[in-house]
Nanobody, 127 residues
Framework: QVELVESGGGSVQAGGSLRLSCTTSINMYSGYCMGWFRQAPGKEREGVATIWIGFGNKYYADSVKGRFTISQGNAKNKLYLQMNSLKPEDTAMYYC????????????????????WGQGTQVTVSS
């Protein structure tokens, strides 16, 4: 069982930046796909970004490309999401997630593939 704990959410004005962190209960070496998802009130959960640990393949939602960056920390139990140029439409609860196996280019954003989830951290962007 892998436990995930997110932190770093908060309130920021449009154009600002936040860095979300995800701390895992085990060191994440090759063989895991890890990612960030978000869910706004009244909307479905959507994939934001994923990274294939050990191989570096990264996938991003079109809505965040060029603004968000997913990365694994030097400490192997850390995952980050650097969010720049934030927009009001980025407001959501953000979740860290992981599953065994590769991140697939055609299904990287499918939440049903992910076995492990954190409790979420709220991001609010005001205009």
């Amino acid at each position: 069982q892998v436990e995930l704990v997110e932190s770093g959410g908060g309130s920021v004005q449009a154009g600002g930046s936040l860095r979300l962190s995800c701390t895992t209960s085990i060191n994440m070496y090759s063989g895991y796909c890890m990612g960030w998802f978000r869910q706004a009130p009244g909307k479905e959960r959507e994939g934001v970004a994923t990274i294939w640990i050990g191989f570096g393949n990264k996938y991003y939602a079109d809505s965040v490309k060029g603004r968000f960056t997913i990365s694994q920390g030097n400490a192997k139990n850390k995952l980050y999401l650097q969010m720049n140029s934030l927009k009001p439409e980025d407001t959501a609860m953000y979740y860290c997630a992981a599953h065994h196996g590769a991140c697939s280019s055609d299904s990287w954003s499918r939440s049903s593939r992910f076995s492990y989830w954190g409790q979420g951290t709220q991001v609010t962007v005001s205009s």
